[in-house]
């Protein structure tokens, strides 16, 4: 299928189109007719432009048009005030409309493969936002006003060129999951400690020399992945993480008595040496 048929315009209390994997190159003006969607679902298409009637669709509330050819959002994608959820991975994006912090009640917002070099600061305004997937971009840096997200639950970053992670990221009293491996950085800020519910925890492939003492605050701390860095010793509160389960430390420089050392830390099975 290459286009949207006709008919489907003439269809006002449509509440759901899902059109995935086929050849559609275009979204028309009239996409704005529809105005009962609720959800819209377009991935695996050749779309590049999304017109700017989409802001008549007030009742959406899902929007996933992953796996086109979109190169820029027209800043009428903030005026979707009812979105929850919002899919625009895997396309060739270089920003983000500052609109998007419009978007108040948006739950889930995945832009991942894409070409962003950085997000807007308009981000900290998705108050309600409890998922952020953003990983393989060119992000070198997060805004500070990221921190704002405390609703956030999970957050995916990795596979950027981020160089550090912002000062008041402790603020982030929800996050549970965070994905920031395979970046560039070189330390965790202090109030990193602060991650109360922090459950699970990659940041493999990085530049860390060390990890701060306050790390043992993070007591709902399950799986650590820490691997392929430059660590050559473990703070001692790290064994105040009576819910680890599993901590990856290869490819760090730990000598052969830390290795020893940190053996002992833990119960059997716990460290793994080899991920």
């Not at 919002?86 to 270089?94: A, P, Q, T």
């Amino acid at each position: 299928m290459e286009e949207i048929p006709e008919g489907v315009f003439k269809l006002p209390n449509l509440k759901e189109l899902i059109l995935w994997n086929n050849e559609i190159e275009k979204l028309p003006e009239n996409i704005g007719d529809l105005v009962s969607l609720e959800k819209l679902e377009l991935s695996g298409n050749l779309i590049d432009t999304i017109p700017s009637s989409i802001k008549n669709l007030k009742n959406l509330n899902t929007l996933v048009v992953s796996w086109n050819n979109l190169k820029v959002l027209p800043d009428e994608i903030g005026e979707l005030t009812n979105l929850r959820r919002l899919g625009i991975s895997n396309n060739h994006l270089e920003a983000l409309p500052e609109s998007i912090g419009n978007l108040v009640d948006l739950e889930e917002l995945v832009i991942s493969e894409n070409n962003l070099m950085e997000l807007p600061t308009s981000i900290g305004k998705l108050v309600n936002l409890k998922k952020l997937r953003a990983p393989g971009n060119f992000l070198a840096e997060l805004p500070d006003d990221i921190c704002k997200l405390k609703s956030l639950e999970k957050m995916e970053v990795h596979e950027n060129n981020l160089t550090s992670l912002p000062a008041n990221i402790g603020e982030m009293e929800n996050l549970e999951k965070l994905r920031i491996y395979k970046n560039i950085i070189e330390e965790l800020p202090a109030s990193f400690a602060e991650l109360k519910n922090l459950s699970k925890f990659l940041i493999y492939e990085n530049e860390l020399t060390e990890l701060p003492e306050s790390i043992g605050n993070l007591t709902e701390l399950k799986e650590f992945r820490v691997g392929y860095n430059y660590l050559q010793t473990l703070p001692k509160s790290i064994t105040e993480l009576k819910k680890l389960e599993f901590i990856g430390l290869a490819k760090n420089d730990f000598d052969n008595d830390e290795i020893t050392k940190i053996n002992e830390m833990f119960p059997k099975g716990v460290v793994d040496w080899n991920e």
